[in-house]
Every structure is written in C-alpha cells, then in structure tokens.
C-alpha cells in the first residue's frame, strides 16, 4: 500500500511537472497577445467625440469613471484619420497623446487602431479615384466610410504613411499593448478598374489560356466565349455562375491581402511584445475568407453584436466564439459587443434586462475570449450611430449599465486569472465553406428580403448553419467549425455538412474516407452538387458522395408548402413535425431510410436517410427541417456517434460550457438564459463555484438566479 502511495505520487508529480513544462512551452510558442495574465475588460474610447463645450477636463472625468469602474483597457484611434492627418502629409499626435498618457498613468491598457477605413476629406476631394465603384458603375460621394479602393497603389501609399509613422510614435509606450488593424474590414463591393485587372491577371495564373478558362465557366453558354483576354467582360453585367464565384474569391483575396499588408507594415516597426490584431465584424461574411485573414494575425477580434432582452440566449456569441476559436485554434478577443441598445436609427432601442450584461460577458468567456470591450464607452451625440449606446448614456453619468460594468470589472479581477487562456476541446465540428454561401446566394431556392438583424445569420446558407449549431448548443454539445482546406477531420467523432454545394471531387472524397474510417456526419440537401467553378456535376447527384450517402437522385422540387413527416419519427410536437422549401427525390442504393413526408406524390422517396459505411455513418437530410425536428435528428446523431451525456439532461434555458484553465484543472460554465430561476444537478468531480467561493458536490443540486451563472472549477 505504502509502495503503491508513493508510485501514484511520483507519477502525479511526473504529470503535474510534464503540465506545467508544456504550459511553458506553449507559453513561449503563443504569438503577443494570444495568452495573457488576467482578462481584459473595456471598451472603446473616443474622446475626439466628445462635445467641444465638455472637452476641457472631460478626460479626466472618464478616466476617474473608468478606473473607479475597474476597466482595464481600450480601444482607440481607428476611426479618426481626419485628426492623425489634418493635411496632407502633416502629422499631429497631441490630441492622442494626453488620452494615452491618461490612460497609462491609470493603468488602463491601449489597443490602437490603424485609421485606413475612413479617408479624410482632403484625400478624397484629391483623389476621387479612390472611391469604391460598385457594380454598375454608380455614381459615390463623400460621407460614408469603408467607400474607397483598397488597392489603389496611391491608396496603398498613403496607408502605409500613416500606419508607419502611427506604430513608430506608439512603438515605446508601454500602455499600447497591441494593434488593431482596419475595422471590420471587407471588399467594399469595389469593380474599380485596378480591381478588374487584378482580377484578369488572377484568371490568368489560373487557368492559363481563355480556352481552359471557357472550358471551365461553360462560356459558350449564349456565345460569351472569351477569345482573348483583351476581351474580358466585366462582372457588372455578368450572369455565369462561375464568374460570379471566381469574383467573390477575387473580393476574399483582396480583402486578405490589404490585411497581411497592413500586418507586416505594423510588424516592421511595432514594440516585440505587441500583438497584431484584426475585428471581423462578425463572421462568415461572403466577401471575406476569415481563415486566410487569419494567417496574418497574432491573435483574432471579432466584434459579436446580439440580441438582448426576451432575445438573449447566447446562441449567436457561442457560434461567433465558436468560429473565432477555430481559425487559429486559440483564444481570441471580443472588441466590440453590445453595451446598452443598438441602432443606425431608434428602432432598436431595447436595453439589457438587468443582469444580461454580466451574463452576456461570460458567455464570450466560456466559448474561449480573453477579452471583452463594448463599442462604446460613451454614448455619440450626433450622427449615424447617435442611438448606438455606450455604457454610459448622452448624459455621460454613471448609470445602471455602468453600475453592472463595475460588478464585473470587480469581479474579474478576482476570478479572472482562473478562466483566462481557457483550453477548449470538442468533439465535434461544423464545416464552413465560402463558396457554397456565395454560390447558393447566386442560385438562391427561397426569395429574402429585410435588413441586419443583431444576433441572426443573413443569407440561405448562413441560416442553415445557424440553425445546426443551434442545435449542438440547445444540447449542451461544444463544436468547433473546420474548413475545406483543413487536412483532414479525423480528431473529431462528428462532422456536420450543412449545404457543400461547391465542393472539388478531393473535398468529397475526405469526407467520405473520414465516414469510412469511422466518423459520423450529418449533411444536409444541395451537398456535392456543383464542382469548385459552380457547374453541375455530369453524373448523378450527390456525384462522388455517392457510396457514401448510399442514395442516388435525379429530381428536386421546391415546397410550395410545409409537409408533415409521416409517423412522426421524432415525436416533436405537430407543429415542429414540419419540411419545407426543398425537396430531393432520394434513391436509396444501401442507405437506410429514417423519415418519410407525408404526402401522395412526395411520400414515395425518404426524406432524410442513414447509411453505414465503413466503420462510420453518413446521415443526409434531403429537405429543409423546422428548428424542432432539426433538434430531434442532431440529438439522434449525437446518440449515434457516442457523445450524449447528462449535460443533455439539463433544464431548458440552462447551457454549460466546458474547459480547462491554465492550472490544469477541468471548468464549467453553467448558463441560465431565462427571467425564471432554475435549478441543475451537477454531475462533475467536486469542486468550488469560482464566482462565490462555495463548495460544489458530485450529484448535488444548484440554484441559478434568473440571467445568473456558476463557473465551477473542479478540485483535482
């Protein structure tokens, strides 16, 4: 026994050494900024903005807010190019200067942003050529930003002054801890003329000659065969699939490359230990290719902007956290979310329920963020984004937003250390491709119409993969997002398909080897139907899915109206029991079918179908299913594949997050989206609550108050 006590302990000792010599050498490995010693929490500042009569002393008034509200960081300076360079070529740093001074000597931390989204006046009325030209050739105009030619070479010159000389002047000063480049950035719809010659010379590295290039678009379709490369046609007018996909890729190409240029530009004169840092503006955008952006960037922002009151239930921060994480598989920062209400108009005026603002916090923490920041501080008193509320309100006084700031500021600075660089790792992945969301966009099979919704994915494909990982959450299951470039998908038991329409034959056959070798994916309709250029594949669909997916098909139909399956399979409720939009007329060769609709004509093919093959299972929806019998069938795949778990067993509005911190040592979040308390068993390894000190048994029972959580930490 005695013998055995001290083996156990040496090995332990060996483990805990191994965890902690690994730890280092993470540590070492990480780039600036993707670890860091507590977490950030803040907003950004600009007291540029401020009303000319409150300028004198108004600094410090927000700085005393600040530190009295425990902030410990901001993020400043990418919005005001106008006021970096006044003239052309004249630099003035003062105005910044004395806000960075302020802040430092506070102890408040400085993000600064590279001003390049927003021409100042004088470069415009000088350059008018710089303006983005949209499709169509309309006429622009001053007065929005993000409307210029990101590669105009003069453009590109006048970025990398100002970039240059900024980092240079801020290169020392230890309170800027790091660069924020751009804003939110995009193509901007750009077709300017270097923008299409760009293109063309892209065409030609690509495919070589016009024959391969018509050849490949199918270009005698109407005779648009292009004979020469002189000849190429603009996309304004252009209706080949293919052309209209190639171009997206063209946007997503330029997009990345303004980036990785401004990244090196700020890595050739920034302070080592400052990191590089990009805010998507929420992710999987049509002209961005997030991943290739991502290869420029020490640590990833992105700016998750939500719904709130009755509307807030964390699913859009867990899939923007999610997809955040995935890019370079490590933490990231929040740079922008909700303070109080939204809006380019009042509209949208709906605060935050008491409590949501803490809750909403360490919902970005638990899938994975080091930092959170509010857009903004203060609240604007003129212009485009006057009812886009700050923390604190147009009367700049404390209030109750700045009231829950404080509790959590307070309350990070204890608990944050323990949850900071949390360590995240599922099982299962969701997997995204850009061009099946551009592509289907180009061919959409349901008419959309309205705006920007906060907290709810735009376009066809988007909703499809929205309503997936919704369905992971709402079953307390983590997921990670992979890509078609990713090598392979064998670290995860589950890989879920939403919509492949564009997919080359080698991306088809991966997923196919990973069912073979043992993994189970759930794809849903118009999966395998087009090549990488967009064209229908010449055999019969789903193409080299085939063997695979165990069903042929050869006919598809729109729904006019929703249909019931037959027998209810799922046992949802008759109103959840419902498809719609689309239909493919499945011809099952070894698949097994699991659902039938209900219907005289369509109730002869299955409508969703399950086949063995290999050591794995591919499960096929071939039709679009309402949210509840959406959740039903992943709650089946996750049965099938082996990971269901009691966290499948708690109470509705209550989600759980796992992880480990950086101690080793297993967490987890638990999450009561809901204005009724709830109570959950836990059915971990004894532990603590993080946030109250009290001790947590296995198998005991906790209470959560209405938009309240627990963190708990596990003891061993």
Not at 104 to 131: L, R
Not at 276 to 284: A, E, F, H, I, K
Not at 681 to 708: F, M, N
Request: proline letters at 5%.
């Amino acid at each position: 026994m005695i013998r055995w006590f001290a083996v156990k302990s040496l090995a332990t000792l060996v483990v805990v050494c191994f965890t902690s010599m690994l730890s280092l050498a993470q540590d070492a490995a990480a780039p600036p900024g993707a670890l860091l010693p507590n977490v950030l929490y803040g907003a950004a500042y600009y007291n540029e903005y401020m009303p000319a009569d409150l300028q004198p002393g108004r600094l410090e008034k927000d700085v005393a807010l600040m530190k009295a509200d425990g902030i410990s960081v901001v993020r400043m300076g990418e919005s005001t190019w106008s006021l970096w360079e006044p003239a052309d070529g004249v630099f003035e740093y003062a105005w910044m200067d004395r806000v960075v001074d302020a802040m430092g000597k506070a102890g408040i931390k400085v993000i600064m942003g590279t001003p390049t989204y927003s021409m100042p006046t004088w470069m415009a009325k000088a350059h008018p050529e710089f303006y983005a030209r949209p499709l169509g050739g309309a006429s622009v105009g001053y007065g929005m930003r993000q409307n210029m030619d990101t590669d105009n070479p003069k453009f590109r010159f006048y970025a990398e002054r100002v970039i240059t000389n900024l980092v240079a002047h801020y290169r020392n000063n230890p309170a800027v801890i790091g660069w924020q480049i751009d804003n939110e950035t995009g193509s901007y719809g750009a077709s300017n003329g270097d923008v299409f010659n760009g293109f063309v010379n892209h065409l030609k590295k690509k495919f070589g000659t016009t024959d391969a290039l018509n050849k490949a678009w199918f270009l005698n379709y109407w005779g648009q065969d292009v004979n020469d490369w002189a000849d190429m046609p603009t996309r304004d007018n252009a209706t080949s699939t293919s052309y209209k996909l190639e171009w997206s890729r063209w946007q997503q190409m330029r997009v990345a490359d303004f980036l990785a240029f401004q990244a090196a530009l700020v890595r050739k004169s920034r302070r080592p230990d400052q990191f590089v840092t990009q805010d998507y503006g929420s992710m999987m955008k049509l002209d961005v290719n997030e991943i290739e952006v991502a290869k420029s960037l020490d640590v990833i922002a992105n700016n998750p902007y939500h719904g709130s009151q009755d509307h807030l239930d964390g699913a859009w921060q867990a899939l923007q956290g999610d997809f955040s994480r995935s890019l370079k598989h490590q933490n990231f920062l929040v740079t922008e979310t909700n303070a109080q209400t939204l809006g380019w108009d009042s509209a949208g005026q709906f605060p935050p329920y008491d409590g949501q603002l803490r809750l909403d916090v360490y919902t970005d923490l638990s899938s994975g963020a080091n930092m959170v920041e509010y857009w903004h501080w203060h609240s604007i008193h003129a212009g485009q984004e006057t009812y886009w509320k700050g923390v604190l309100s147009h009367d700049l006084e404390p209030n109750r937003a700045y009231a829950e700031v404080s509790r959590i500021a307070h309350e990070l600075q204890k608990v944050g250390p323990e949850i900071v660089n949390l360590q995240i790792r599922n099982q299962v992945a969701i997997l995204y491709s850009v061009d099946s969301s551009n592509a289907i966009s180009f061919m959409p099979l349901e008419r959309q119409d309205g705006g920007w919704i906060p907290g709810k994915a735009a376009g066809t494909y988007n909703a499809i993969l929205s309503q997936l990982h919704r369905s992971l959450y709402e079953a307390n299951v983590g997921a990670d997002f992979v890509f078609p470039e990713t090598a392979d998908f064998s670290s995860y038991k589950l890989l879920i398909v939403p919509a492949l329409y564009v997919a080359d034959d080698a991306l088809l056959k991966k997923i196919a080897d990973y069912v073979h070798g043992g993994g189970h994916v759930l794809m849903t309709f118009k999966s395998g139907f087009t090549n990488e250029n967009s064209a229908v594949r010449w055999e019969r669909a789903p193409g080299p899915l085939r063997e695979a997916a165990g069903f042929t098909y050869q006919e598809f139909s729109n729904l006019e109206h929703p249909l019931a399956l037959k027998e209810n399979p799922w046992r949802v409720s008759s109103d959840d029991n419902k498809v719609s939009l689309w239909a493919e007329f499945l011809l099952p060769t070894s698949a097994k079918p699991l659902a039938f609709y209900d219907h005289p004509f369509f109730g002869r093919w299955p409508a969703i179908t399950r086949n063995q093959f290999g050591k794995g299972t591919l499960t096929y929806e071939g039709t679009a299913l309402s949210d509840g019998l959406q959740h039903g069938v992943v709650m089946d795949v996750i049965r099938e594949s082996g990971l269901a778990s009691s966290d499948q067993d708690l109470p509705k509005p209550v989600r759980i997050k796992h992880g480990v911190n950086r101690a080793g040592k297993r967490i987890h979040y638990y999450l009561n989206y809901s204005n009724t308390s709830s109570n959950f068993k836990y059915d971990y390894a004894a532990g603590h609550d993080l946030l109250t000190g009290g001790a947590v048994a296995h198998g005991s029972s906790v209470p959560l108050a209405p938009w309240d959580l627990a963190i708990l930490e596990e003891d061993k």
